[in-house]
Every structure is written in C-alpha cells, then in structure tokens.
C-alpha cells in the first residue's frame, strides 16, 4: 500500500549518524544499508507515524507514540533503537514529490508490515529505478544524492530519549 502524501515517516537514526555537535541527523542517517559489496537493501526501511497515531496530531506526539508501541513490542524482533540516536521525521509529500536528475529516480513510501507483527507501522522508501540498477559503488553520487534529498527534506527530528527494545 502506498502511504497518503498527507502523512509522515520517522526514520530512527543511529549516533554514528549524528553530527557529534548538534545530535543532528546527517545524511548518513538516509544511508540504504549494505547487503554485500555492491547490494543494498531494497528500501529504506521507516516507520509510518499515522498508522499509529492519526491526524491531526502533533509530530512530537505521533513520534511518542511510535516510541510507546516499539517498546511494548509488536510481535517480532525491531532493531534497538538507543538512547542516543535521533528519530528524524520526513513528510511523506516530500518523499513522493522527488525526482532526483542524477540517475533519474523517483521515491515512494510504501507499508511494509513484518511477518507475524502485529500492528506494525513498518514501512519503505523505495526507489524507482529499483537498487538493482544503481551503480556499483556506494559513494556514488546517484547514492548520496538520495540521502541529501531525504536529509534536506527532513521536516523534525529528536532525540530518543530511552532505550526501546
């Protein structure tokens, strides 16, 4: 399913991804994760705060809730989310409006539920030319224009504040 351009997606972002002065995300908070040399993951794995928490609501809140349903958990193991790290909040009409000119690509945030989750906001920014297409080499600059993008489109970010299991 696709998601409403009305609606948005958090992205946890890791320390390393921070900038060590402000705890701001950096691009390489938008980093598609490596598989192997040469292949990544297929999206960008984001977590869709209406599923969760319908507007109209304030962001801060839609992403409290996010952080109350992760850490009561949802049926299957999600990654750790430290204390640390920084949930980076991306409007969906953002995401969808891209046309990035160096491969050309398009983006779209789709719900990507696990199996065996229950009530999982999981889902993906995926690129159109798929990943399969895009060049070998992660520093590319088809690959850091992507993250540039979603870094500049970033509409709110805070920290994580918890641990969430």
């Known amino acids: 399913m696709v998601l409403p351009d009305s609606d948005n997606v958090a992205r946890y ?10 705890r701001k995300p950096n691009t390489t908070a938008f980093e598609f994760r490596t598989l192997k ?10 977590d869709w705060l209406e599923y969760l928490h319908p507007q109209p609501a304030k962001c801060i809140d839609q992403v409290a809730t996010l952080r109350a ?13 430290r204390p640390a790290g920084v949930i980076a909040v991306v ?7 891209a046309a990035l000119q160096l491969m050309p690509t398009v983006l779209t945030c789709r719900h ?5 989750a229950v009530r999982d906001p999981h889902s993906g ?14 520093s590319d600059s088809a690959h850091l224009a992507i ?14 504040g918890e641990k969430i299991p």
């Open 13 to 22: 972002c890791k320390p390393s991804s921070l900038d060590p002065e402000t």
């Open 37 to 46: 040399e040469g292949q990544w993951e297929k999206f960008l794995s984001v």
């Open 69 to 81: 349903v992760l850490k009561q958990g949802i049926g299957v193991k999600v990654m750790e989310m």
């Open 91 to 97: 409007p969906v009409s953002a995401i969808h409006q």
């Open 112 to 116: 990507e539920p696990r199996i065996g």
């Open 125 to 138: 920014v995926h690129p159109d030319p798929g990943v399969e297409q895009w060049p070998q080499k992660g």
């Open 147 to 160: 993250q540039q993008y979603l870094f500049m489109a970033m509409a709110h970010w805070e920290p994580v």
